[in-house]
Nanobody
Framework: HVQLVESGGGSVQAGGSLRLSCTASGYTFSVDCMGWFRQAPGKEREGVARITTGGGSTWYADSVKGRFTISRDNAKNTVHLQMNNLKPDDTALYYC????????????????WGQGTQVTVS
């Protein structure tokens, strides 16, 4: 059993920054990949960034490259998403997701979901 808890969302003006955090608890040995996904009103959930917990390999959506950075703190079973130069299009509910094995971009491949944290950019 793995639980994911997100934090760090909020409301900022365009150009501002936020730092999201996701902490995994429970049987974290089964977590090899953690990623951030987001869902805006009227849109499907999309991948934002992901990272392998072992090797630290990262992937980013084209829309956030150069602005967002995902990192990990394995000692705390935590991943962070540093979001800089935020844009109104970044407004969405951000979810932390995790899975064992590999680190794909498909949303449905993920076993564990967080509750989500709201990011609003105006």
């Amino acid at each position: 059993h793995v639980q994911l808890v997100e934090s760090g969302g909020g409301s900022v003006q365009a150009g501002g920054s936020l730092r999201l955090s996701c902490t995994a608890s429970g049987y974290t040995f089964s977590v090899d990949c953690m990623g951030w996904f987001r869902q805006a009103p009227g849109k499907e959930r999309e991948g934002v960034a992901r990272i392998t917990t072992g090797g630290g390999s990262t992937w980013y959506a084209d829309s956030v490259k150069g602005r967002f950075t995902i990192s990990r703190d394995n000692a705390k079973n935590t991943v962070h998403l540093q979001m800089n130069n935020l844009k109104p299009d970044d407004t969405a509910l951000y979810y932390c997701m995790a899975r064992p094995g590999d680190c794909p971009g498909k949303v449905l491949a993920y076993n564990y979901w967080g509750q989500g944290t709201q990011v609003t950019v105006s």
